[in-house]
């Protein structure tokens, strides 16, 4: 059984900066698409950014150039980088993984790690 296990969150100032991680146990190797969606109280859950295990990478339109993902495969470790954060990224932050190639909808996700808080202080 996968399991994902989110950290790196926590309380920063705007335009601070904050690494996420997300680890994967017992290995990466078999994810074919991770991805990070984020939940704001009272919203629902929304996509953030999507990397496949070729290195393909898909972000929110709204977040491109702010936020990087990317994936260690050698330390079964998915991250975030996220700068320039503002008061609207505060949310709580998930990692998700598939098996799957061209997962597309949050539903389609096998596996969920338990977020990490991000609250961004104005």
């Known amino acids: 059984q996968v399991q994902l296990v989110e950290s790196g969150g926590g309380l920063v100032q705007a335009g601070g900066s904050l690494t996420l991680s997300c680890i994967v146990s017992?290995?990466?190797?078999?994810?074919?698409?991770m991805a990070w969606y984020r939940q704001g109280p009272g919203n629902r859950r929304d996509f953030v950014a999507r990397?496949?295990?070729?290195?393909?990478?898909k972000y929110l339109d709204s977040l491109k150039g702010r936020f990087t993902i990317s994936r260690d495969n050698g330390k079964n470790t998915m991250y975030l980088q996220m700068n320039g954060l503002k008061p609207e990224d505060t949310a709580a932050y998930y990692c998700?993984?598939?098996?799957?190639?061209?997962?597309?909808?949050?539903?389609?996700?096998?596996?969920w790690g338990q977020g990490t808080q991000v609250t961004v202080s104005s």
């Open positions: 998700t993984a598939s098996h799957r190639a061209g997962i597309r909808e949050a539903l389609e996700y096998e596996y």
């Open positions: 990397i496949g295990s070729g290195g393909q990478i």
């Open positions: 017992p290995s990466i190797g078999s994810l074919n698409t």
